[in-house]
């Protein structure tokens, strides 16, 4: 019992400590901003009048027990808001960024400088290159162009497309600007091993990125490079007959993109010489035109294989890697010796860099999806999971009654079973599509096909095994009314298809045993 207590105390500093992590990021967050603020206006960082007052008001309003503490606490976090605040400052710039990833991403690269979101309206460009608070950007939709049109230098790649997605300024205020979207394209290609040399390629779409894909495409030699359009000579009218021998196909529309997730551009399945499908999109990590792909059996010479389906995350942060190498100055040899960054140059080095981070951002932005029979205790490890990794916790079962009014078992019984799978479908929809969360699913989610697809594209999916005589079957319809073996029989093969890995766990004395043993198989 003084275990099991001890335990509980450690549960709740750990949650304390989250609490702190998110309070203190989000003080951070709010000192860069008044720092930037301040730097727009012309006005000194440090304001020891304003930190005095601060400090005797935060400590008129601490709690007795916590006084002796609070001014230390609040002079170091003073320090360190100061320090950030006087990094240099990099950031990217676009119009409008709810979701973007490239905060993470540089923060994740480097400390040696601070990295922060730019939204601008296009008549504050002018202001931007020329006040310089800012050493340095990427730069997304819809300014590249513009950016290269402000830049005094622009490298041989970045010059031929027209195109900057990395600018940086030196000592005089001059912009030289980059495109490292060519470097993170050709890291796709690279490590998902997609020969382009001697290939046919049909690239869907003829905005920004098009650009930086058709620059890599012609250096690696493609034997043809189709685009399509809405509009263009080739769209998506007559693609399957124009361009039905294509042997890969690179996705560079927002069409699959979340929230819009159900859609593709083309069916896939229709270009019979495919080899290989690449999105750019990473949002969701499986976008419907790779779900699609992964189905394909293709033939070739006799030879049955699945294309290559391959997802824009690794673009997104290879490019980011190499221009967090360009804030930093930091260049090879040989880029030293020919005094510009080589876009198509990637050593071992970077190769494991780029690697490690992505698996990393990849595992944070996928969510943990809990399924299994109904009472093996699903709920409870989601609950766990959702505790120990800060993780936002969506029980569907709890969501149901808020979404639709009425718990599932009351569902079932008044207006049947397909009633409530329906309304279950429709709400895994709501949730699954998101990142970062853990997902308790009903038990019954596996057996609706329609589900698979939709827990796959952002969805990392665990089973939990338990023997049946330790399932619960309280407020459980089915279970009362067909029995757990025969419910078992009749899911046990869908649970193995849905499931990424299986937590096979035993009787277990208690439900903190039964927690901590699937945790244990959870963590390997």
Known sequence: MAHEKLEELRLKIDQADRDLLDAFKRRMDVAQRIGLYKSENGMEVLDPKREEIKLDAIYDQADPEIKPYVRDLYVKLFELSRKRQNKRKFGVLGRSLPHTYSPLLHNMFQDEYDYTIIEKEPE??????????????????????EAAARCSFLSNEAKEIGSANTVVFDEDGKASGYNTDIYGFYYLLKSNGIEVNGRRVLVLGTGGASVAINYVLQKLGAASISFCDLETEINYSNVYDRCIDSEIIVNATPVGMYPHVENAAVDPSKFKSLQAVVDVVYNPSTTKILELTSKIK????????????????????????????????????????????????????????????????????????????????????????????????????????????????????????????????????????????????????????????????????????RPLSVLCSDDRPLSQSIGVEELYNRRKDLYSHFADHVISVGECPSGSDFVKAAYEIYKV
């Open 298 to 465: 293709a033939g070739v010479d006799g030879a049955k294989f699945t294309p290559i389906a391959a997802g824009g995350l690794g673009m997104l942060v290879a490019q980011g890697y190499k221009a967090s190498r360009i804030f930093r100055g930091i260049m090879s040899p040989e880029e030293k010796a020919s005094g510009i960054y080589n876009m198509l140059d990637m050593d071992d080095e970077a190769i494991s860099i780029i690697s490690k981070v992505l698996a990393k951002v990849s595992a944070d932005m996928r969510n943990i999806a809990i399924i299994g029979m109904p009472g093996c205790g699903k709920s409870n490890f989601a609950e766990y999971l959702s505790l120990v990794s800060g993780r936002e916790l969506v029980d569907l079962d709890i969501a149901y009654l808020d979404e639709y009014g009425i718990k599932p078992s009351d569902e079932i019984k008044e207006n049947g079973e397909d009633a409530f799978r329906a309304k279950e479908s429709a709400l895994l929809r709501k949730y699954a599509y998101k990142s970062g969360l853990v997902i308790s699913c009903g038990g019954g989610i596996v057996t609706r096909e329609e589900n698979y697809s939709v827990l796959k594209a952002n969805s990392i999916v665990y089973y939990i095994e």
């Open 124 to 145: 504050e460009l002018d202001a931007l290159f020329e006040n310089h608070v800012y050493d340095g950007f990427n730069v997304t939709i819809p300014y590249k162009k």
